[in-house]
């Protein structure tokens, strides 16, 4: 089993994305825990809209390219385009932060809100899932 840890965003009709993605995530990793979803202001962007992030954690049995390949599946069914980069609108992001002892996104899984968020998920799981 694999523990991967995912961040979603969305800046861009945020209820309707993030719920649609939070759906088909839990169809593919029926194990997954979402902490709170968080307001945060945007990186390097700017287009001034509020993010909604949300992290999450799963335990698979799949490799890191498959739970990668899933993400980006969903990104592309809740509506992720190409085209709306220019715009700065992100319908959803869903980033592969960590998985097992290996950081993917440092700068990402150290932002304050992820270590928030993994403190609300640690006593589900174990200690061993932030940097701190």
Partial sequence: MHRCIICLGSNYQCKEHLGRARRM???????IRFAAERLTSPYGLSNPSPFSNQVALIDTPFEEQKVYGICKTIEAACGRLPEDKKQEIVRIDIDLLRIDDK??????FNRFYVQHSLKELIPLVDDNLSNK
């Fill in 25 to 31: 995530l839990s169809e593919a990793f029926p194990q």
């Fill in 103 to 108: 950081i993917r996104k440092e700068e990402d």
